[in-house]
């Protein structure tokens, strides 16, 4: 009689799968195996039906008891199998596939399937060695492929994701983890690459709850506790460090920022950060050239650091490396059209100009605040050390230098003798955009100028290199 009963619920249930109607085919099958819980095949049917609604887990325990009952049961094996290697558990996929071989040698769907299992084993391997040698993209790669047959399988899932936040490609990682999470709220693998995320985006505070959380769920998860470590050590470390800035220890804040560095290596954003705060710390200690390595090694990790390449310009600014100055602030008012990135870059573009042009300064040997008085006595000294009337006895090549000279000392007398033309050469002016051209004017009128009357001043000759000065 039970076994009529059964029968009968087995037959609805059929009915419903076949219209595609899994609940309800599930619903008969349970009350088939409660009437009759001796029946291999109402467990292989109801795990059949599982399986349509994702529910693996389920389905495996349903295969399992189908075997148990009748270990001849090839479709039992079969889906025993296919629900492993849904799950990810390719080795006992593989015996499964062998046992119904055992009972079918030449059943096709087995031997596939046979193929795919070892095909994941070899993925896993490969991405085993790829995580040992930080190659990250392979063994997304390998996760990848291994899903394709094993896409209920969360480790899989889980590997991929944290691999994914190591190649900073961190929303992807967030979702493949949040996907975990709801369908399993207590996956410690899950919390700590959903922890992974937010502390390699420098929210460290937010990182070390879902550590603890990971931990909480799987008190031995090693890397959960070594993140946590780092997490906290490094944002200690790192307050320590702006403490002493603040306070204006730049030594101790160097050393600080220094330590900080070597706590995680992987951790590109807040090691981006801390090698700016160190470069700033570098530019007051007047380190210029390590600042400007820390910000190149900033802006290497971390390509879109304005405030990097800000500090970088800044240093350039400073050792008078004004093409290098122009190209940051260029890249800066590139990515953020401020007003204030405008200046900057106008303020280098225009040191840059004064740089390419004579430093009237350094011709007469005077400092560019250099009095009135200190100018015309430059200027004394230069013009008598270059007059070609002195060098007349020299080589034609010599002459020619010289003569060269005493015109650079002329012009730049010129220029720097008359208030309204210094200052614009001070302000970068071109003083030929001014119509003075400095090609057609004569270093001798202004040297008569200088020196009072005509012919009122005169080399001669007493004996080989010797000069006297003759005033009429």
Not at 117 to 125: K, T, V
Request: aromatic letters at 10%; a neutral charge.
């Amino acid at each position: 009689l039970h076994h009529v009963e059964a029968e009968s619920f087995k037959e609805q249930g059929n009915a419903f799968y076949v219209k595609k109607d899994y609940g309800e085919a599930l619903h008969c099958y349970t009350k088939a195996i409660d009437v009759c819980p001796k029946n291999a095949s109402y467990y292989g049917n109801r795990a059949a039906t599982l399986m349509m609604l994702t529910r693996y887990r389920e389905a495996l325990e349903d295969s399992q008891q189908a075997v148990r009952l009748d270990d001849t049961f090839m479709k039992g094996h079969l889906r025993e199998g296919k629900c492993h290697l849904l799950l990810g558990n390719a080795m006992a996929a593989s015996r499964c596939f062998q046992k119904v071989l055992e009972l079918e040698p030449d059943n096709s769907q087995a031997q596939q399937e046979l193929k795919n299992a070892e095909a994941i084993l070899e993925y896993e391997r490969l991405a085993e060695v790829g995580f040992e040698k930080r190659d990250f993209r392979m063994v997304v790669y390998c996760m990848d492929r291994a899903l394709e047959s094993a896409s209920a399988c969360h480790r899989f899932r889980v590997l991929k994701a944290e691999c994914l936040a190591l190649l900073g490609r961190y929303s992807e990682a967030q979702s493949v983890a949040s996907d975990i999470l709801r369908m399993d709220s207590t996956n410690g693998d899950a919390l700590y690459v959903r922890g992974l995320c937010l502390y390699y985006e420098d929210c460290i505070d937010k990182a070390v709850q879902f550590f603890m959380q990971a931990l909480r769920m799987a008190p031995d998860h090693e890397k959960a506790r070594i993140a946590c470590r780092n997490a906290k050590a490094l944002k200690a470390k790192k307050e320590e460090g702006n403490k002493a800035f603040k306070e204006g220890n730049y030594e101790e804040a160097y050393e600080l920022y220094s330590e900080a560095l070597t706590i995680d290596p992987n951790n590109i954003k807040t090691n981006a950060k801390l090698y700016c705060n160190r470069a700033t710390v570098g530019s007051k200690l007047k380190k210029l050239e390590q600042a400007i390595e820390d910000c190149t090694k900033a802006i290497s990790l971390d390509e879109t650091y304005i405030k990097a390449y800000l500090r970088r310009a800044q240093c350039y600014m400073d050792t008078q490396m004004y093409e290098e100055a122009v190209r940051d602030y260029e890249k800066v008012y590139q990515t953020e059209k401020t007003k204030e990135h405008k200046q900057l870059l106008k303020n280098a573009q225009l040191e840059l100009k004064k740089s390419k042009r004579k430093d009237y300064y350094k011709v007469l040997g005077v400092d560019k605040n250099a009095t009135e008085e200190e100018i015309k006595k430059a200027y004394r000294k230069r013009a008598l050390m270059h007059h070609p009337d002195r060098h007349s006895g020299a080589s034609a090549e010599v002459q020619k230098e010289e003569e060269k000279k005493f015109k650079e000392v002329g012009e730049a007398f010129t220029v720097l003798s008359d208030p309204k033309k210094k200052s614009r050469y001070d302000s970068g002016h071109d003083l030929d955009d001014d119509g003075m051209n400095m090609g057609d004017f004569d270093a001798n009128n202004i040297f008569k100028a200088f020196f009072g009357g005509p012919g009122g001043f005169s080399f001669e000759a007493s004996g080989p290199g010797n000069f006297f000065f003759q005033f009429g």
